[in-house]
Each structure stands twice: as structure tokens, then as C-alpha cells.
């Protein structure tokens, strides 16, 4: 018997979408000096949501003065157990907000609503919740008795997890006594706009956190900047090795995390029905927009054809769709140029000789939508096995042995994350020390927690966000 679900909704007037929003600078929303404006749209409608300010270098100068007044006068001098304060006023009022944060960040970003609902703004209240902890605990961190922040950090983040990526390079920054100027990318701008009526309706110092929207060049201008002392920068590998170039020498600090080609290794001992769950929410979570995607199913060769099998037969139940709608599974591809970057790598697919399958599910008119893709015959030389997707599209690889398996997980030039599917407790241990990634799971994929450190090896960039570790990046120790 085929369920039919009939729709659910949520409601969007909970939102209440100005029509332009300004930039964010010591406090006050302001108009841009020399910028200009752009507009945001619903991927999933292509309707405009509203015009933003984009900063322009004077912009991006006024914010880090406002930066560096505000550490070097109130929060750098302010008490740790002081600054704990504000972050858990902040954490505790993300959550009253919570509704309306996840209904904007689904309007904004495209994600079905139970994903922003129960992960994204959850997740963000929690980061801040973790790092309040830190605050009057710095010199207990482990980094010497008497670390101190390090000034003004300039954070550009990514369109994937707008709030929750504000919430992890803003939380350990201000823990640690710095201040941010934060640059949220420009086609999801608008969670950390509310996020900055946070700082204001919890009392934070003006010029704590300012945010300055608009694309690359806003950026740019901020890494160029010689107020700040620090770059956090998530996003695609090319924009990283930029700064990393233009940074060299600079002694300004930079962690970089950047894209990545995870391998989920299933073994024949696995637990099937679970590892199917895995894979699923491994590649198609976040309509495959995670860097730590598991986006390279290896299964071992005596079950594969049971597990593709299985695997079809699950991703024809997804549901995409109306992002607001509570039981859509598969949201909106983000914009334009991410579902050209999918639709081209999906085509090399075919055109390199391995086999495409596609959920057969309607695609709604307008909005940017791909549908649950899955490749069969891939050869590690595909570039549908070696180039970042970053939709929701799983290549499909076969091995025989552990060592096999370990050798072709380890075969990318990226290192963020990994998977292993096997009973064998053993197995787990060895694998994950093989295993060049910064994040492995053992028969679980894509969990978070702020206690847990995140971040890469080789082009998925250095440095950790999250847990005890993530202070060493905001920390002179
Ligand atoms: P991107 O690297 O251009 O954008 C990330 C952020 O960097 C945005 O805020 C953007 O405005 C900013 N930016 C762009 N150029 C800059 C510059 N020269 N200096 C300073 N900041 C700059 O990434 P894009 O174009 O949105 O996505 C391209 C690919 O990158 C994706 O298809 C995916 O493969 C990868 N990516 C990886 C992410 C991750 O979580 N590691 C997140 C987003 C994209
Ligand atoms: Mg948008």
C-alpha cells in the first residue's frame, strides 16, 4: 500500500521580511557608504525576498574600526564569566526565536523546514549555548594559563547552513574575548541580518558583531583589511587558496574549511537497513549541500547490487518540494549557478561511461530543483568520483578488501570527512585510523555536536571549528 501524504505547511507569517535590510555596523542597522544593493530569492519559487545592502571597502573599513574599538575597549577587557552572559542570553533568545529563524532560513536557503527546524537553528542556539561554557574557563583549555583573544576576526561563511556557520565561527570568537565582522554569503544573507537584531535585543556592545553583506568582492575587502587579525573562511577550495595566497606573510591567522569528496564505506556485515539511512542522509541531506557530504558510496562487492537495489527503492520515497511543506525531504538546489555546476558534473557522468539513475519524482515549475541521483559503474578516475558535487548526486564504487577500501577512500585530493558501516568493532578502529579525514563516523554520517571538532585535512583546508579546539583559533597562546 502506497501512504499518501497530504500537505503540511508552515506557515511563513511568522516572518516578518522588511523590504531591504542595511548592513549591520556598531550596533545600528545603517545604510551602505559605498556600497551597493542586491536582492535574495526563494530558490525554490525564484520569488525575491528582499533587497540587501552590499558593503563596499569604506563599508568594510567602518565595520572593522567598529571591531576594534569594541575589543579593544568593552568585550576584550569584559570579564570572561561577563561575556558568557551575553552568549547565553543570545543562545536562550535563538531559541524563542527559533520558529521563525527556521521558516526565513528555509525561504532564503531552500532546505525543507525539518531540516532548518530541527537541525540548522537548534544546532546554532547550541553552539552558543557550548561556547558560553568556555568563556570564564579559557585558561582551563588546555592552551597555557593565560590565553588572550586575538583581536578583530573577519568570518566569511557559506549559503549551505547560513545560521548554523554564523553560529560556529561567531560562538568560539566572542567566547574567547575577539570581535567579528561577519560576511554572510549573498544568496543567504538574511538569517544572520535577524541573527544581528539578536545581538541588539540581547544588549551586546555595539560593535561586538557587525555584518556585512553582499558576494566576493565585500569579501575580499575584509581579508585585505589590515585591522584584522584573523580570517575563518568557509567555502569552495579555489576562493580558499586565494586567501591563503594573498595572506601569506601578512601574519594576519586563517583556518580555512573547504569542500570535500567524503567516502561512506559499507561493509558486508553492516547493518543494512541502517546503512541505507546513512547513505540517504549522507548525499541527500541538505539537497546534497554539505561539504562533508558521504557523496562516494564504497560498498563492498559482494553486496552491492542488493545495496543499490535498496538504496533506489528507498530514494523513491523521498519527497521533493515546497521546502515549508513539514513532510518534504528534498528541498531546492540553492541558486542558478549551484544547479548548472550539478546539471554539468551529472552530464560528465554519462559522458565518462557510468550508469545514471533518477528517482522518478515531478519537479515542481519554477525554483532550481535536481532530483536523487545515483551513479553506478564509476571509476575512481571520473571526475563524478574526484570534483565536489555539491548536489544531491552519490557515485558508487565497489571494493573487496579493507585495505582496498581504505586505499580508495584515501584516493581524493580532499580530506574532510568518512563513513564506516560494519559490525566489527575492530574494523572501526583501524579503519578510522587509515582513514585521511578529519571527521570519521562509525555506522552513523553527517551527526554534529559542538563538543566535537570539525575540519580537514589537505584541500579541505586546516584548523578546527568546534569543541575545545575551535578555541585555539581565537586564542594567543
Ligand atoms: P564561494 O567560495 O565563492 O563562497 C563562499 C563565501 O566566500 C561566500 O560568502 C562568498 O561571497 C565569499 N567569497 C567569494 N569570493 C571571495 C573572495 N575572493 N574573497 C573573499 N570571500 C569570497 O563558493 P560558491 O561559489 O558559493 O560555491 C562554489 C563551490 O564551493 C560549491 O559548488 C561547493 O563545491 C563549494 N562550497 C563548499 C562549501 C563548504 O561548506 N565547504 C560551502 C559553499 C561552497
Ligand atoms: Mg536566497
Given at each position: 500500500m502506497n501512504w499518501e501524504y497530504a500537505p503540511a505547511p508552515e506557515s511563513r507569517a511568522i516572518v516578518d521580511l522588511q523590504p531591504s535590510y542595511g548592513l549591520f555596523i556598531d550596533g545600528e542597522f545603517v545604510d551602505p557608504g559605498d556600497g551597493s544593493a542586491f536582492k535574495t530569492v526563494n530558490p525554490a519559487t525564484e520569488e525575491v525576498l528582499a533587497e540587501v545592502a552590499a558593503a563596499?571597502?569604506?563599508d568594510v573599513d567602518r565595520a572593522v574600526e567598529a571591531a576594534r574599538r569594541a575589543q579593544h575597549e568593552t568585550w576584550g577587557p569584559m570579564s570572561g564569566a561577563e561575556r558568557a552572559k551575553y552568549l547565553f542570553r543570545v543562545a536562550r533568545i535563538l531559541q524563542e526565536r527559533s520558529r521563525e529563524l527556521a521558516v526565513l532560513e528555509s525561504l532564503d536557503n531552500g532546505k525543507p523546514i525539518r531540516e532548518s527546524r530541527d537541525i540548522d537553528v537548534p544546532l546554532s542556539a547550541a553552539y552558543f549555548f557550548y561556547?558560553?561554557?568556555?568563556?570564564?574557563?579559557?585558561?582551563?583549555?588546555?592552551?597555557?594559563?593565560?590565553?588572550?583573544?586575538?583581536?578583530?576576526?573577519?568570518?566569511?561563511?557559506?549559503?549551505?547552513?547560513?545560521l548554523l556557520m554564523a553560529a560556529w565561527k561567531l560562538a568560539p570568537a566572542l567566547a574567547a574575548g575577539n570581535t567579528s565582522v561577519l560576511k554572510p554569503a549573498e544568496t543567504t544573507p538574511l538569517t544572520a541580518l535577524v541573527l544581528a537584531e539578536i545581538f541588539q535585543e540581547a544588549g551586546l556592545p555595539p560593535g561586538v558583531v557587525n555584518v556585512v553583506t553582499g558576494a566576493g568582492a565585500t569579501g575580499a575587502a575584509l581579508v585585505a583589511h589590515p585591522g584584522v587579525a584573523k580570517i575563518a573562511f568557509t567555502g569552495s577550495t579555489d576562493v580558499g587558496k586565494g586567501i591563503q595566497?594573498?595572506?601569506?606573510?601578512?601574519?594576519?591567522?586563517?583556518?580555512?574549511?573547504?569542500?570535500?569528496?567524503?567516502?561512506?564505506?559499507?561493509?558486508?556485515?553492516?547493518?543494512?537497513?541502517?546503512?541505507?539511512?546513512?547513505?540517504?542522509?549522507?548525499?541527500?541531506?541538505?539537497?546534497?549541500?554539505?561539504?562533508?557530504?558521504?557523496?562516494?558510496?564504497?560498498?563492498?562487492?559482494?553486496?552491492?547490487?542488493?545495496?543499490v537495489e535498496k538504496l533506489k527503492a528507498r530514494l523513491q520515497t523521498l519527497r521533493l518540494g515546497d521546502p515549508l511543506d513539514k513532510n518534504t525531504d528534498i528541498g531546492a538546489i540553492n541558486s542558478p549557478v549551484q544547479l548548472e555546476k550539478i546539471t554539468e558534473l551529472a552530464a560528465a557522468g554519462v559522458a565518462?561511461?557510468?550508469?545514471?539513475?533518477?528517482?522518478?519524482?515531478?519537479?515542481?515549475?519554477?525554483?532550481?530543483w535536481f532530483p536523487p541521483t545515483i551513479f553506478t559503474d564509476v571509476s575512481p578516475s571520473h571526475r563524478i568520483a574526484r570534483e565536489e558535487i555539491f548536489g544531491p548526486v552519490l557515485s558508487v564504487l565497489t571494493f573487496r578488501t579493507p585495505e582496498e577500501a581504505v586505499m580508495k577512500a584515501n584516493n581524493t585530493p580532499y580530506g574532510l570527512s568518512a563513513g564506516i558501516w560494519t559490525e566489527k568493532g575492530s574494523r572501526i578502529l583501524w579503519m578510522a585510523q587509515q582513514l585521511r579525514a578529519g571527521v570519521v563516523w562509525a555506522n552513523t554520517f553527517n551527526r554534529f555536536d559542538?563538543?566535537?571538532?570539525?575540519?580537514?585535512?589537505?584541500?579541505?583546508?586546516?584548523?578546527?571549528?568546534?569543541?575545545?579546539?575551535?578555541l585555539e583559533a581565537y586564542l594567543d597562546v
Amino acid at each position: 500500500m502506497n501512504w499518501e501524504y497530504a500537505p503540511a505547511p508552515e506557515s511563513r507569517a511568522i516572518v516578518d521580511l522588511q523590504p531591504s535590510y542595511g548592513l549591520f555596523i556598531d550596533g545600528e542597522f545603517v545604510d551602505p557608504g559605498d556600497g551597493s544593493a542586491f536582492k535574495t530569492v526563494n530558490p525554490a519559487t525564484e520569488e525575491v525576498l528582499a533587497e540587501v545592502a552590499a558593503a563596499g571597502p569604506a563599508d568594510v573599513d567602518r565595520a572593522v574600526e567598529a571591531a576594534r574599538r569594541a575589543q579593544h575597549e568593552t568585550w576584550g577587557p569584559m570579564s570572561g564569566a561577563e561575556r558568557a552572559k551575553y552568549l547565553f542570553r543570545v543562545a536562550r533568545i535563538l531559541q524563542e526565536r527559533s520558529r521563525e529563524l527556521a521558516v526565513l532560513e528555509s525561504l532564503d536557503n531552500g532546505k525543507p523546514i525539518r531540516e532548518s527546524r530541527d537541525i540548522d537553528v537548534p544546532l546554532s542556539a547550541a553552539y552558543f549555548f557550548y561556547y558560553a561554557g568556555w568563556a570564564d574557563k579559557l585558561e582551563y583549555a588546555g592552551f597555557g594559563p593565560s590565553p588572550q583573544p586575538i583581536g578583530v576576526a573577519g568570518q566569511i561563511i557559506p549559503w549551505n547552513f547560513p545560521l548554523l556557520m554564523a553560529a560556529w565561527k561567531l560562538a568560539p570568537a566572542l567566547a574567547a574575548g575577539n570581535t567579528s565582522v561577519l560576511k554572510p554569503a549573498e544568496t543567504t544573507p538574511l538569517t544572520a541580518l535577524v541573527l544581528a537584531e539578536i545581538f541588539q535585543e540581547a544588549g551586546l556592545p555595539p560593535g561586538v558583531v557587525n555584518v556585512v553583506t553582499g558576494a566576493g568582492a565585500t569579501g575580499a575587502a575584509l581579508v585585505a583589511h589590515p585591522g584584522v587579525a584573523k580570517i575563518a573562511f568557509t567555502g569552495s577550495t579555489d576562493v580558499g587558496k586565494g586567501i591563503q595566497r594573498e595572506l601569506a606573510g601578512t601574519g594576519k591567522r586563517l583556518t580555512l574549511e573547504l569542500g570535500g569528496k567524503g567516502a561512506n564505506i559499507v561493509f558486508e556485515d553492516a547493518p543494512l537497513d541502517q546503512a541505507i539511512e546513512g547513505i540517504v542522509n549522507g548525499i541527500y541531506f541538505n539537497q546534497g549541500h554539505v561539504c562533508c557530504a558521504g557523496s562516494r558510496l564504497l560498498v563492498q562487492e559482494s553486496i552491492a547490487e542488493l545495496v543499490v537495489e535498496k538504496l533506489k527503492a528507498r530514494l523513491q520515497t523521498l519527497r521533493l518540494g515546497d521546502p515549508l511543506d513539514k513532510n518534504t525531504d528534498i528541498g531546492a538546489i540553492n541558486s542558478p549557478v549551484q544547479l548548472e555546476k550539478i546539471t554539468e558534473l551529472a552530464a560528465a557522468g554519462v559522458a565518462e561511461g557510468a550508469e545514471r539513475w533518477t528517482s522518478p519524482c515531478a519537479l515542481p515549475e519554477h525554483g532550481f530543483w535536481f532530483p536523487p541521483t545515483i551513479f553506478t559503474d564509476v571509476s575512481p578516475s571520473h571526475r563524478i568520483a574526484r570534483e565536489e558535487i555539491f548536489g544531491p548526486v552519490l557515485s558508487v564504487l565497489t571494493f573487496r578488501t579493507p585495505e582496498e577500501a581504505v586505499m580508495k577512500a584515501n584516493n581524493t585530493p580532499y580530506g574532510l570527512s568518512a563513513g564506516i558501516w560494519t559490525e566489527k568493532g575492530s574494523r572501526i578502529l583501524w579503519m578510522a585510523q587509515q582513514l585521511r579525514a578529519g571527521v570519521v563516523w562509525a555506522n552513523t554520517f553527517n551527526r554534529f555536536d559542538p563538543t566535537s571538532p570539525f575540519g580537514g585535512y589537505r584541500e579541505s583546508g586546516f584548523g578546527r571549528e568546534g569543541g575545545r579546539h575551535g578555541l585555539e583559533a581565537y586564542l594567543d597562546v
